[in-house]
């Protein structure tokens, strides 16, 4: 995916509130930004890191430019804005860049399924095969250079791991995609030290049939893609 327009520099003061950061830009001007992110940001969010910021055009939006990148002082890129991990899953099922997942027909997107209604990220179909579901979640914890999610408690995340496990006994595919947005990341684990049960319904589902995925997204600036598999490490 490119970034259309360009994103823009700053360097952040704060980050509060969750959804909102106050930043400077290069001329001194103070902005603040909307964060799209609902994580912890472990590492993501320092004073005085570089962060990259998209502008809306809608008039009507109260804060019009969006944090999407960091750039750490330690010289690492991450992408903050949760939201392009789907963008950029997408964009791998629909150009075949992800081998474990090729040969398939028909990329759909936010279907319902499952006992405890879920919309699942993408489903592919094709002729003479069963149903693959995915789900992506987006890695950005990194401590040297071990990525882990999640980076705080998830209850949703626990609900498609058990969603997951339900596709499988009914006979389809189903498989967690983990997009890995941060450059110093080389392989992935599940944060037993933040989230337990998580972990716990992690390696349950993979004995179940679950496939666990991990793809490394270059990034900068200009433009992001997931290129590389790394390991999994349950």
Request: some cysteine; overall charge neutral.
């Amino acid at each position: 995916m490119h970034f259309s327009p360009p994103l823009a520099p700053a360097t952040l003061i704060k980050r509060y509130k969750r959804f909102l950061a106050d930043v400077v830009t290069p001329d001194g001007v103070e902005l603040t930004l909307h964060c799209p992110n609902t994580g912890a940001m472990t590492g993501c969010a320092t004073p005085g890191d570089t962060v990259w910021y998209s502008t809306s055009t809608v008039a009507t939006r109260k804060y019009p430019h969006t944090w999407e990148l960091t750039h750490t002082q330690d010289g690492a890129l991450i992408c903050v804005n949760t939201l392009r991990a789907n963008t950029l899953a997408r964009e791998a099922l629909e150009s075949g860049k992800l081998s474990e997942l090729q040969g398939y027909e028909r990329v759909l997107r936010e279907v319902k399924y499952g006992a405890e209604r879920s919309r699942i990220d993408f489903m592919l179909q094709a002729e003479n095969r069963v149903n693959c579901y995915i789900e992506v979640k987006s890695v950005t914890l990194s401590q040297q250079g071990n990525g882990y999610f999640p980076d705080a408690v998830t209850a949703r995340g626990q609900k498609h791991l058990r969603e997951l496990m339900s596709v499988v006994a009914q006979g389809d595919r189903a498989v967690l995609l983990f997009a890995v947005l941060h450059t110093a990341i080389e392989h992935v684990a599940p944060a037993r030290h933040i989230d337990p049960t998580y972990a716990q319904l992690l390696h349950e589902a993979q004995q179940k049939g679950v496939e666990i995925l991990a793809y490394k997204a270059t990034v900068s600036a200009d433009n992001m893609t997931l290129t590389t598999p790394l390991p999994v490490r349950l």
